[in-house]
T-cell receptor, first 109, second 112 residues
């Protein structure tokens, strides 16, 4: 079983819709959780970090963490074509940092 | 400022060449990382330096040799690479291991 799993997609949503990206992890001692956005040919860009259960909002982005279910998600409200990218979930277990395989998101104008 | 810089942006090298990749940050971060990324794959961790000491080596072939001269700089020395080593090489830094990582723009390496 992989440490971090994501649906690879591709996920397509119309402009203005909510995009929902999901991630599960296997190590219960995981301490911190991150979402990165990566445009084609570019490096990953940190967009959200979350450390405790519940929701964390930053502009159009909301990260949700449920440690009991070992689940973290990212919601993108009012999706824009510029949000089209690969979204990487990352989990830190204290000493190791694991990336999921990424979900490709396309926002259709 | 959350900037990590990497040089060069692009590098083409033959299999007998020796070259180095450089990474620099001035955020006071004490953990620095090298990743390798192939197309349509997630970043693959190679090395971690924590407080200028090698903390993690993910069984990387010896043709890759990391070096951390000081807390702001990280180098990756390359020697006798293979064509399959062609990839995007990413440097990242974080306050300490476990904190969010900030990535540099990467070096696109092509081995001919």
């Amino acid at each position: 079983q992989k440490e971090v799993e994501q649906n690879s997609g591709p996920l397509s949503v119309p402009e203005g819709a909510i995009a929902s990206l999901n991630c599960t992890y296997s190590d219960r001692v995981s301490q911190s959780f991150f979402w990165y956005r990566q445009y084609s040919g570019k490096s990953p860009e940190l967009i959200m970090s979350i450390y405790s259960n519940g929701d964390k909002e930053d502009g159009r982005f909301t990260a949700q963490l449920n440690k009991a279910s070992q689940y973290v998600s990212l919601l993108i409200r009012d999706s824009q074509p510029s949000d089209s990218a690969t979204y990487l979930c990352a989990v830190n277990t204290g000493n190791q940092f694991y990336f999921g395989t990424g979900t490709s998101l396309t926002v259709i104008p | 400022d959350t900037e990590v810089t990497q040089t060069p942006k692009h590098l083409v090298m033959g299999m007998t060449n020796k070259k180095s990749l450089k990474c620099e940050q001035h955020m006071g971060h004490r953990a620095m990382y090298w990743y390798k990324q192939k197309a349509k794959k997630p970043p693959e961790l190679m090395f971690v330096y924590s407080y200028e000491k090698l903390s993690i080596n993910e069984s990387v072939p010896s043709r890759f040799s990391p070096e951390c001269p000081n807390s702001s700089l990280l180098n990756l020395h390359l020697h006798a690479l293979q064509p399959e080593d062609s990839a995007l090489y990413l440097c990242a830094s974080s306050l300490t291991q476990g904190h969010e990582q900030y990535f540099g723009p990467g070096t696109r390496l092509t081995v001919t």
